[in-house]
């Protein structure tokens, strides 16, 4: 194994800027990680928010109700993660379709 003075001496770096580039490099990991999990909890804020709406707004939603939604509001979901949500859990069960 080669010790880390010898690789740091190699590549022409000491010690002290290797410490550095690696505490850059997880802060980095870090600072985006926190941001994207903020994007997504901002996202999830938006869809609960959406479907209140719905439900509040739109409470009588008949079957084969065709809803068009703007995906501009919401970065992670859209089509079809959003349909079962949509759907009444009535609608997933494994018998066949009443005509």
Partial sequence: MVAPRMVAVWVG????????????LV?????KQYLTSHVYQQD???Q?????QM?????????DTVVLLNEG????????????????PAN???GPVPQ
């Fill in 13 to 24: 770096m000491d010690i002290l800027s290797w410490v550095l580039f690696g505490l850059t």
């Fill in 92 to 94: 997933l069960s494994a």
């Fill in 48 to 52: 609960k928010e959406m479907f209140w």
């Fill in 27 to 31: 802060s980095l990991a870090a600072g």
């Fill in 73 to 88: 509001a919401l970065n992670y979901y859209a089509d079809n993660s959003l349909s079962a949500a949509l759907n009444p």
């Fill in 44 to 46: 999830w804020a938006t």
């Fill in 55 to 63: 439900t509040w707004r739109a409470p009588g939603l008949k079957p």
